[in-house]
Nanobody
Framework: QVQLVESGGGLVQAGGSLRLSCAASERTFSSYVMGWFRQAPGKERAFVAAIRLSADTTYYADSVKGRFTISRDNAQNTVYLQMNSLKLEDTAVYYC???????????????WGQGTQVTVSS
């Protein structure tokens, strides 16, 4: 499994922006699909975005398309989630994940970070 450490969460007003980072320990980082999921209180963990090795293929949940951007730096073993135009409903714990294949099902991803809280206030 890949060790993942997220950072960058916090409190932001609606309409604001945050950038999450996820540092991976694995030297074969570039072999993995990297993803972001989120879990709001009382809800299941849900897919947000993912990016493949070459970074020319990205996937987004409909709820974040046009507002969030996922990117990766293979040289730095890091994946980012730029979140713009944040809404109250984006409030959740955000988790970084790594897997050899893309799927929107959280239960099929191999490696997870500890999560970082994002709170959007009105």
């Amino acid at each position: 499994q890949v060790q993942l450490v997220e950072s960058g969460g916090g409190l932001v007003q609606a309409g604001g922006s945050l950038r999450l980072s996820c540092a991976a320990s694995e030297r074969t980082f570039s072999s993995y699909v990297m993803g972001w999921f989120r879990q709001a209180p009382g809800k299941e963990r849900a897919f947000v975005a993912a990016i493949r090795l070459s970074a020319d293929t990205t996937y987004y949940a409909d709820s974040v398309k046009g507002r969030f951007t996922i990117s990766r730096d293979n040289a730095q073993n890091t994946v980012y989630l730029q979140m713009n135009s944040l809404k109250l409903e984006d409030t959740a714990v955000y988790y970084c994940a790594a897997n050899l294949h893309f799927t929107v099902r959280a239960d099929l991803w191999d490696s997870w970070g500890q999560g970082t809280q994002v709170t959007v206030s009105s």
